[in-house]
């Protein structure tokens, strides 16, 4: 069974995503609705995996200075094995595939030069990696993340 979600829990979704701290009177508050039915649409969204969690953002102060992306091309059925080393790696925020000549996109977080050369080393060094190019970010222009 698909969950249909409706204007209403659209609005609620998008009212946790600009503060997921919001008490639920305050939602009912903002969306003119019974704290209940509000209660009752959140409980209703998460069990439907629709909402699968709240989260902290972290300020520029928090989070590592550093960003960069590696575009990883692997050697056949290597996939597993790379991603399973990618996991261990604390620097890799996230590993995304792609199509086109390179298989993995992987976003890095480092606070130093040395510590993002030590990362991106650990990358290229991964049995099953074939190649790699890194891009370091120098500015960020448009986020829409939080």
Not at 7 to 20: F, G, K
Request: glycine share 6%; net charge positive.
């Amino acid at each position: 069974m698909t969950l249909q979600i409706d204007e209403t829990d659209r609005q609620l979704v998008q009212a946790l995503q600009a503060n997921a701290r919001q008490s639920i009177a305050d939602l009912a508050r903002h969306l003119g609705l019974a704290r209940t039915t509000v209660q009752a649409r959140l409980d209703r969204l998460e069990r439907s995996g629709a909402i699968v969690g709240y989260t902290a953002i972290l300020g520029a102060s928090a989070k590592a200075p550093l960003r960069a992306t590696a575009l990883v091309s692997i050697e056949p059925r290597s996939a597993p094995a790379v991603l399973a080393r990618m996991r261990q790696l604390s620097g890799v925020l996230v590993v995304h595939t792609t199509s086109g000549r390179f298989d993995f996109l992987i976003e890095i977080a480092a606070r130093t030069t040395q510590e993002l050369d030590e990362t991106l080393d650990r990358i290229v060094d991964t049995r099953g990696v074939k190649s790699s190019e890194s891009l370091i970010h120098l500015s960020t222009k448009l986020d829409r993340r939080g």
